[in-house]
Nanobody
Framework: QVQLVESGGGMVQAGGSLRLSCAAS????????VGWFRQAPGKEREFVAV????????YYADSVRGRFTIARDITKNTVYLQMESLEPEDTAVYYC????????????????WGRGTQVTVSS
């Protein structure tokens, strides 16, 4: 069982930056694709970004492409989401998830989930 823990959320003004971290309890994460999702109040959980197990492939939602960067440090068993130029519309709970079967864009494809970290962007 892979346990994921997100950190790095907080409150920031529009235009600001945050870096989220997703740490895994086991080295199994190194063999999983890892994705970030977010869920705003009253909305469905949506895909944000994903990185392959090797780190060689990344994909982003159109709404964050060019502003967010996903990366992984295998030695630290951690995946990061660097968020720049934040907008109030980015306000949500951010979740990381792991999929041992490879890159996926649907939440249902992911086997392991963290509990989320709140990101609030004020205008």
């Amino acid at each position: 069982q892979v346990q994921l823990v997100e950190s790095g959320g907080g409150m920031v003004q529009a235009g600001g930056s945050l870096r989220l971290s997703c740490a895994a309890s086991e080295r199994t994460l190194s063999r999983c694709a890892v994705g970030w999702f977010r869920q705003a109040p009253g909305k469905e959980r949506e895909f944000v970004a994903v990185i392959s197990w090797s780190g060689g492939s990344t994909y982003y939602a159109d709404s964050v492409r060019g502003r967010f960067t996903i990366a992984r440090d295998i030695t630290k068993n951690t995946v990061y989401l660097q968020m720049e130029s934040l907008e109030p519309e980015d306000t949500a709970v951010y979740y990381c998830a792991a999929d041992p079967d490879g890159i996926a864009g649907r939440a249902d494809d992911y086997d392991y989930w963290g509990r989320g970290t709140q990101v609030t962007v004020s205008s």
